[in-house]
């Protein structure tokens, strides 16, 4: 086994002998593999053509690195003492990621440009086209994207994320451009035409494919600087020599906002607002001023570098001169109106403004004062606190306390009026605390005790009058029995009157006729007697007839002839007047039954009584 090993070992070395060195060296072989590129450099020329000066790449035979390489394969007429062929692995760029390019040779850059042009070159796989088509040394706009690629490393220097650091840059700016999603890029070129004078940035430009053909943007007149147009969301191909790219936020319009929108770049500016519009001026979308159609609610893809977004509620917005501060901090600065009223007292007072802006008037509202915080700060203070520092100066305190509500619906009014002039809507006017001095307030308070009092008292009246009812109906209630026996009484008493009535009426009626009958007897009676009167007369004459009836008058009746009292003259045995009324005066005095006592003339009783008849 050595024996065999000792013969087959020489046998060898003399086969690559013969294979691979001794054609190298007869025929000029050169064998580039598949991952190779072949950097051919002559060692002299035959003809003893050399390079120019500046110049590195030899096109024409010239000794120096040639600017045609080997592709993969075998290769004749290399003698290794005529050419050195240097083998370098293809440049191979990875998915997501980009490769810049530097030329070493080439035609200078113009002074106005920092980027060597793109030239029809195959990507840079070929040198003699970039050099003889007007290629730049330097920096270059074009890029290689993800591939392999058979650069000639003489001419073209490739950097990579695996380089960047050897030089000089970013391995980050190596990476495919991405824009993320809700997000825009900001693009400002480094390259180009300068911004003419006035302008902050360039405007829209079409035709580049968003910057990725750098040499059309060139081309097309595109200038360095701030751009107008974004990036939205996606991958791009970005040469980080040629453009930088910052990324922001989409900008957002909230639901119950609209965004006026003020570019301060773009096409001529034109007022549209109309000659009674004389506070601003509108223009239409892309032009350079105030943009007349808002942004309506949602994402847009702004470039806030350029472009101003004022936010605008189209909800009503609440504004309160106060301690308290709404959310959206507009009145962050508004305090409590000090007033000083018409009898000379300050106090101070809180009010709430309520105000609505529309969407289509918004940007007649930006362009008249700027912001809504300006509208606030130098429309709105100075109305309303003004209104009721002069309002306050026409009332008592106790009076513009007592008014409130006449004072509010006076406010609203006149506010109302003067923010229509700005486009400005006022929902209402509400005053909030009044804080007048503790005297006037503790008079107050005492009214309104008082006052509180009064109807108290009065409710108290009215509840024990309600109480009393009360008490009568239940009285009523208890005694209806007895009122409906009274009242079945006083109709039975009626009835009993009426029969009454009826009855005495009757008896009446009765009396009347035995009356008549009675007076009809007395009649015939008298009549017979006046003729019997009239028979005796003529009989026995009158006197005599007189006679006889009187002394049967008195024996019928028992008239007594000799009186109770006898009168007499003095000396007569009669007595006198004087004593005739005593006598009576007795008489009356013991009663009727008692003879008649007989008065002597010389004042002395007869002693005798005797019974009347």
């Known amino acids: 086994m050595f024996d065999f090993l000792i013969i087959a070992v020489p046998v060898l070395v003399v086969l690559v002998v013969l294979v691979v060195v001794l054609p190298g060296l007869l025929l000029g072989l050169t064998i580039i593999g598949e991952r190779q590129v ?97 290629g730049e040394k330097g920096r270059q706009l074009g890029i290689l994207t993800a591939g392999s690629y058979r650069i000639n490393t003489a001419l073209f220097t490739v950097i990579t994320r695996r380089n960047a650091d050897q030089n000089d840059m970013n391995p980050d700016d190596l990476m495919v451009r991405s824009i993320e999603p809700d997000k825009v890029g900001i693009l400002t070129t480094l390259d180009g035409a300068p911004i003419l004078d006035g302008e902050i940035a360039a405007l829209f430009l079409p035709g580049h494919d968003n910057f990725q053909n750098a040499q059309a943007f060139i081309d097309n007149g595109g200038q360095r600087g701030l751009q107008e147009q974004v990036l939205l969301s996606g991958s791009w191909n970005l040469n980080p020599w040629f453009v930088k790219v910052e990324q922001v936020p989409m900008t957002e319009i909230p639901i119950g906002h609209v965004g006026v929108v003020i570019s301060f770049i773009g096409k001529a500016h034109v007022d549209i607002s109309g000659t009674e519009f004389k506070h601003g001026d509108l223009v239409n979308t892309g032009h350079k001023g105030v943009w007349a159609i808002p942004l309506y609610p949602g994402k847009h893809p702004i470039n806030t570098r350029v472009m101003r977004v004022e936010l605008v509620p189209t909800t009503n917005i609440v504004l309160n001169w106060s301690n308290r501060i709404e959310a959206h901090h507009y009145d962050a600065r508004l305090s409590s109106i000090t007033v000083r009223s018409h009898d000379g007292f300050g106090f101070s007072l ?42 306050a100066q026409s009332y008592t305190v106790l009076d513009f306390l007592i008014a409130r509500s006449d004072r509010q619906h006076e406010a609203a009014e006149h506010i109302g009026r003067a923010l229509r002039l700005y486009d400005v809507e006022a929902i209402d006017t509400l005053i909030g605390d009044i804080n007048p001095p503790a005297e006037l307030m503790a008079t107050l308070t005492d009214r309104k005790i008082a006052e509180e009092q009064n109807k108290t008292y009065r409710v108290q009246q009215e509840a024990q009058a309600q109480r009393q009812q009360l008490v009568r109906a239940t009285s009523l209630a208890d005694i209806q029995q007895e009122v409906v026996h009274s009242e079945q009484g006083v109709n039975i008493a009626e009835l009993q009157a009426q029969a009454a009535i009826k009855q005495a009426s ?22 017979a007697q006046a003729d019997a009167y009239r028979a005796g007369a003529e009989a026995m004459g009158e006197q005599g007839y007189t006679a006889v009836q009187l002394m049967q008058i008195v024996g019928d009746r028992g008239v007594r002839i000799i009186p109770d009292i006898m009168v007499g003259g003095q000396g007569q045995g009669g007595g006198s007047m004087v004593e005739a009324l005593l006598g009576l005066l007795m008489t009356q005095q013991l009663g009727q039954g008692h003879k008649p006592v007989t008065v002597e003339s010389n004042g002395a009783t007869n002693g005798k009584t005797e019974p009347s008849a």
């Open 506 to 527: 009757g008896d009446a009626e009765s009396i009347k006729l035995r009356a008549q009958g009675e007076a009809e007897a007395i009649r015939a009676r008298g009549e």
């Open 350 to 391: 809180d009010v709430s403004q309520v105000i609505h802006v529309g969407a289509l008037e918004a940007p007649r509202v930006i362009s008249r004062v700027g912001s809504v915080q300006n509208l606030v700060d130098h429309v709105l203070e100075p109305i309303v606190a003004n209104y009721f520092r002069n309002a």
């Open 38 to 134: 072949g950097v051919v450099v002559k060692r002299f020329a035959v003809s003893g053509k050399s390079l120019t000066p500046g110049q590195l790449i030899a096109l024409n035979g010239e000794a120096g690195y040639q600017a045609d390489t080997l592709a993969p394969g075998w290769h004749f007429g290399y003698w290794s003492w005529m050419y050195n062929v240097v083998k370098v692995p293809v440049t191979v760029i990875p998915q997501g990621e980009i490769g810049l390019i530097v030329a070493a040779g080439g035609a200078a850059v113009p002074a106005d440009r920092i980027l060597g042009k793109v030239v029809d070159c195959d990507n840079f796989q070929d040198a003699r086209a970039f050099l003889t088509h007007g």
